[in-house]
């Protein structure tokens, strides 16, 4: 019998005109989101190869080392494959941060930034459509479930026969995911075929894991909306009144919770602005340059005897001098800005996970973060790659220091052509699956409890439901 | 067989839907129970298809409590009810079908639900049709073809020939004919004093959930059914124990 009811189920949702619009939907938005993502990818790739070279170029092309402390180094931070379907802040955050004796490392050049027009509409991304589209059509496809069979009289029809009612609910439950999943898988498929054939893209092991933990997020996400909907559909007595109730719940899940929660945290956890720090660190740099000025020119004075009793011998001190002066000033530099920042960050982490965790009522805020965090393209990530910048901005600081003092020429005044050669280069360590996955079992533990609170109350109220 | 006892059914809201409705349909019989909307009709019926549970008293079918063990109690039941829409996006077999397994029957092939549609006055042509393009009377015919699939010995109907044109209600009265000769237990509320009174063995009068009145084919023989029915539905003192005992 449940095979029977299962199979209704089924054959009645794809003979629906619903079932065909949701498919060719589905279809269409999968493959453009794919399809965009893959070429976003590609670009962006190939940007970050050639800003790599122009960096490296631009770096090779200073006369001096003076020059080369001015201008820096930029690290650029690669793009992630599994950007293509969910590209989380990859947009929204710059992907370069510059490394220079003085200025704290932050990231610029975002694509929002060079092009304000993207950050109005947001990236047409798999998991943008999963999140609003396909939600919709979950609800599209249960708001009627049980209620719809009330008032077409089926329910009554199907109930005066020897058929219990848990496996009625039961046998529409799955037979009404199947037909929801249906139209999802082929679209589904067909994109992954795409990631496969691309030539630029290459996934390993471990993308495919975490790929098909994605996907299996996408699924959860979407059967708490379908178990939403028989939930609603087995508490109320008109299909009309479901479909409201339905809409408005899935409003205050997908747009009001993630909003209202990240003003709150506002509230609650305050934390000073960006200009403010950055005030903070230009103030306490302009205190060290002023003091360093004072600190050359005292050392001068101190020993300009011994400039004049031996030039070669001075010339040495005053290198050694310079090297130790530099590398003194530049750490005060770095540690303040790091007390600055770590305190900073502290607060901000703070604000951030009381957000993160407030909004997590809403199943589209764990869909949000759990999926950033296994494609790579979350808050986080963009953290531990500042991270990474900052840790690396005092060893390239004390090497160029090194190279600073040991390039002037006392005589002429001339200084040798640079070399690159043992510039210590900037590293990442990657996050592991298992890590990630540790940081998403939050998110699908919410997920699933979701669907048990939902599935279970349609349950118990199907079995206590008014069919007349 | 059809069997009420003291059937009494008062909502949450306090409403009296049914006050102590008693009343048997034997096999091979066919009872018609009249009443204005509201008068309880409607809740006998699914009080015996436990759709709602009853305040006190009996339901039985086939001598089984229907509160006590609906399942088995509705193995022996078939039932029509008033618009059913059906599914709209299925053909009239595949409806058929999808019921008929609900009920049970799950050897039944094309040409048997080809030959119950056929029996019950639907056209050839709309077997293979999707139901949603069917008129008001093409349902109700296949509602009453998914009770007959069933072949239940108690058959259920809730005013079954609403919205039946002329032609329809009188091949629906051969098969509830039909289905008396077969010796299954028939109960059907209705307003269509007409239709009824050329089939009816017994019809009751309902008024306020009370059972107000019962009188054989025999006894109606001679009467006027229009001026009973009217007077019936009057508003008056019930009387049941008076009129049951006429």
């Given amino acids: ?468 | 067989m059809l069997e009420a006892i003291n059937l009494t059914k008062r909502y949450e809201d306090g409403e009296l839907a049914l006050d102590g409705l008693t009343f048997k349909v034997e096999p091979g019989e066919i009872f018609c129970m009249f009443g204005a909307n509201g008068a309880g009709k409607t809740t006998a019926i699914n009080l015996f298809l436990n759709f709602i549970p009853a305040t006190s008293g009996t339901a039985l079918i086939e001598g089984i409590d229907v509160a006590k063990d609906p399942l088995k109690a509705k193995r022996h039941v078939s039932f029509v009810s008033e618009n059913v829409m059906l599914y709209g996006n299925f053909t009239a077999v595949q409806n058929l079908d999808y019921f008929s397994r609900l009920a049970g029957k799950r050897t039944l092939k094309k040409k048997d639900y080809a030959e119950v549609l056929d029996r019950v006055g639907l056209q050839k042509e709309a077997f293979d049709r999707r139901v949603k393009n069917f008129s008001k009377g093409m349902r109700q015919k296949l509602g009453i073809a998914i009770a007959l699939v069933k072949d239940a010995p108690n058959v259920l109907l809730d005013e079954p020939t609403s919205g039946l044109d002329p032609q329809s209600g009188r091949e629906f009265l051969e098969i509830l004919v039909q289905m008396r000769d077969k010796g299954k237990s028939v109960f059907m509320s209705t307003h269509d004093i007409f239709r009824a009174k050329l089939i009816a063995d017994r019809i009751g009068f309902m008024r306020r959930g009370r059972l107000v009145m019962m009188k054989t084919a025999m006894e109606l023989a001679h009467e006027d059914l229009t001026d009973l029915y009217i007077q019936y539905m009057e508003e008056q003192p019930a009387q049941p124990s008076a009129a049951l005992s006429a």
Avoid at chain 1, 59 to 70: H, K, R, T, V
Avoid at chain 1, 86 to 104: H, K, Q, T
Avoid at chain 1, 151 to 170: H, M
Avoid at chain 1, 198 to 219: A, K, N, Q, V
Wanted: glycine letters at 4%; charged letters at 20%.
């Fill in chain 1, 1 to 468: 019998m449940l095979r029977d009811i299962i199979k209704k189920e089924i054959l009645d949702n794809i003979t629906s005109p619903k079932f065909v619009f949701t498919f060719l939907l589905c279809t269409i938005l999968i493959l453009l989101s794919v399809y965009t993502g893959v070429t976003n990818y590609r670009a962006e790739k190939k940007e970050h190869t050639a800003s790599l070279a122009l960096n490296k170029k631009n770096m090779e092309s200073q006369p001096n080392f003076s020059s080369l402390a001015g201008i820096g180094v930029k690290v650029s931070k690669p793009p992630q494959v599994l950007g293509t379907v969910v590209n989380g802040i990859e947009e929204a955050v710059g992907r370069v941060a510059p490394v220079n004796i003085v200025a704290d490392p932050n990231l610029i050049d975002s694509k929002y930034s060079s092009n304000p027009v993207f950050a109005v509409f947001g990236p047409l991304d798999l998991m943008f459509i999963v999140k609003i589209v396909l939600s919709l059509f979950a609800i599209l496809f249960t708001y009627d479930a049980i209620v719809g069979e009330k008032e077409k009289g089926t329910l009554k029809l199907a109930l005066s026969n020897e058929v219990p009612r848990d496996r009625l609910i039961l046998g529409k439950a799955i037979g009404g995911y199947i037909s929801l999943l249906l139209p999802l898988l082929i679209p589904l498929v067909l994109s992954l075929i795409i990631l496969l054939i691309t030539p630029d893209i290459s996934l390993g092991g471990e993308d495919w894991g975490r790929l098909l933990l994605i996907f299996l997020m996408f699924f959860l996400y979407l059967s708490v909306f379908f178990s939403l909907g028989l939930f609603v559909s087995a508490r109320t007595s008109r299909s009309s009144t479901s479909f409201l109730v339905l809409l408005f719940i899935w409003v205050v899940f997908v747009m009001v919770i993630p909003k209202v929660a990240v003003i709150t945290a506002g509230q609650i956890r305050p934390i000073p602005s960006v200009h403010e720090i950055t005030a903070k660190k230009d103030a306490f740099l302009q205190q060290i340059q002023t003091e360093s000025q004072k600190g050359y020119l005292d050392w001068v004075q101190k020993n300009r005897t011994d400039a004049q009793k031996d030039p070669k011998a001075f010339e040495e001190k005053f290198r050694q001098f310079l090297q130790n002066y530099q590398q003194e000033m530049t750490s005060k530099i770095d540690e303040n800005n790091s007390a600055i920042e770590r305190d900073y960050q502290q607060r901000k982490r703070a604000q951030q996970n009381l957000a993160i965790n407030m909004s997590r009522i809403s199943p589209a805020s764990a869909l949000t973060f759990g999926s950033m965090t296994l494609a790579k393209t979350g808050v986080n990530d963009f953290d531990r790659f500042l991270a990474s910048v900052r840790a690396y901005k005092p060893i390239y600081t004390k090497w160029i220091n090194s190279k600073l003092a040991q390039s002037i020429n006392f005589q002429t005044g001339e200084q040798p052509k640079i070399s690159l050669d043992d510039m210590p280069q900037h590293t990442i360590e990657p996050e592991w699956l298992s890590r990630s996955l540790v940081r998403t079992i939050p998110d699908f533990a919410l997920l699933i409890v979701m669907i048990i609170i939902f599935f279970v109350g349609a349950y118990v109220s199907f079995l206590h439901y008014d069919v007349r």
